[in-house]
Structure formats: structure tokens, C-alpha cells
Nanobody, 124 residues
């Protein structure tokens, strides 16, 4: 079955950077849009960033625009999330997800497959 495996989370200080990776298997990776979402304790899962299959089209939540960058390497079946200038409010479990079908990529329900998540904790 399809697998999405995230890595790269950790504990950092405010202002630091992290790069998350998500490796996909058992799907035609370049056909899928890929998204990053996050969920903090007691909150709903929220959109962070997404990229279409070719990688040429990206979108971001306003809260991360200018600080986070989503990219993908279709030769490695991997999507990345470069996170700079991290803030304590970025603390959450970060999930990658795959979508096939051209839906609204900001909506969790649009996605077909999800990873297990990786914890990002930013201390002040």
C-alpha cells in the first residue's frame, strides 16, 4: 500500500531552522500534489503548504509565508518543507499528504494518503 514517511522534526529554539522530508512509496509520485499540514494539541489539523505534481505551483498558509518553503524531488519521491525563523507557535506535529485529483489543496479532506507525522517543537 501507499506509504508516506516523514522525518526531520525535532526540538529547536526560536529563530532556528529545520527541514522536514517526506518519502513516498508505491505511488506515481509526480502525479500527486503534496501537502504539509500541522496539528498542535487541542487544535484542528491546519494547512501549511502544498505543491502540485510538477512542483511549479506552490501555496502557503499566511502564517508561514516568507519563512517556509515547500519543494519536491520527483526523482527521489520526496517532498521537503524548509522551515526558517521558527517561532514557538510553529510547534505541532507535521504531516505530509498526497492528493490526486486537483482538489482544493488547502483542505485536509482533499487528500488521499497521509503520513504518521513528525513532531516539531520550538522553544522560546
Amino acid at each position: 500500500q501507499v506509504q508516506l514517511v516523514e522525518s526531520g522534526g525535532g526540538l529547536v529554539q526560536a529563530g532556528d531552522s529545520l527541514r522536514l522530508s517526506c518519502v513516498a512509496s508505491r505511488l506515481t509520485f509526480s502525479s500527486y500534489a503534496m501537502g504539509w499540514f500541522r496539528q498542535a494539541p487541542g487544535k484542528e489539523r491546519g494547512f501549511v503548504a502544498a505543491t502540485r505534481g510538477s512542483g511549479g505551483s506552490t501555496s502557503y498558509a499566511d502564517s508561514v509565508k516568507g519563512r517556509f518553503t515547500i519543494s519536491r524531488d520527483n526523482t527521489k519521491n520526496t517532498v521537503y518543507l524548509q522551515m526558517n525563523s521558527l517561532k514557538p507557535e510553529d510547534t505541532a506535529v507535521y504531516y505530509c499528504a498526497a492528493e490526486l485529483g486537483g482538489s482544493n489543496l488547502r483542505l485536509p479532506r482533499a487528500y488521499d494518503y497521509w503520513g504518521q507525522g513528525t513532531q516539531v517543537t520550538v522553544s522560546s
